[in-house]
């Protein structure tokens, strides 16, 4: 069983950063996609991003493209979701998700992770 665990969510101005992580327990994340979803107050839940842990790949999804970046520590377990240049619109609840099925490409439906963590608030002030 796999144990997802974000951290690192925060009120932040427009035009701040803040880094979101995702550590796992009970299972090391190699051979996993990693993905980072969120949800704003009375919508569905989206794709921002996702990372093959076995090469580095990754995708995202056009809100975020060139703003948010994210990367992997074997050491550590753990899947950074680094948020730059924030905007209000990036407000919202943030989830690591992770499946350790045999997908090829990368997906973007939230159905296709079957390990998801508590989520983390993304508060971005102006």
């Known amino acids: 069983q796999v144990q997802l665990v974000e951290s690192g969510g925060g009120l932040v101005q427009v035009g701040g950063s803040l880094r979101l992580s995702c550590a796992a327990s009970?299972?090391?994340?190699?051979?996993?996609?990693v993905a980072w979803f969120r949800q704003a107050p009375e919508k569905e839940r989206v794709f921002v991003g996702t990372?093959?842990?076995?090469?580095?790949?990754?995708y995202y999804g056009d809100s975020v493209k060139g703003r948010f970046t994210i990367s992997r520590d074997n050491a550590k377990n753990t899947v950074y979701l680094q948020m730059d240049s924030l905007k209000p619109d990036d407000t919202a609840v943030y989830y690591c998700?992770?499946?350790?099925?045999?997908?090829?490409?990368?997906?973007?439906?939230?159905?296709?992770?079957?390990?998801w963590g508590q989520g983390t608030q993304v508060t971005v002030s102006s």
């Open positions: 009970g299972r090391t994340f190699s051979r996993f996609l």
């Open positions: 998700a992770a499946t350790a099925n045999s997908i090829v490409g990368y997906p973007i439906r939230e159905d296709l992770y079957e390990h």
């Open positions: 990372i093959r842990w076995s090469g580095g790949g990754t």
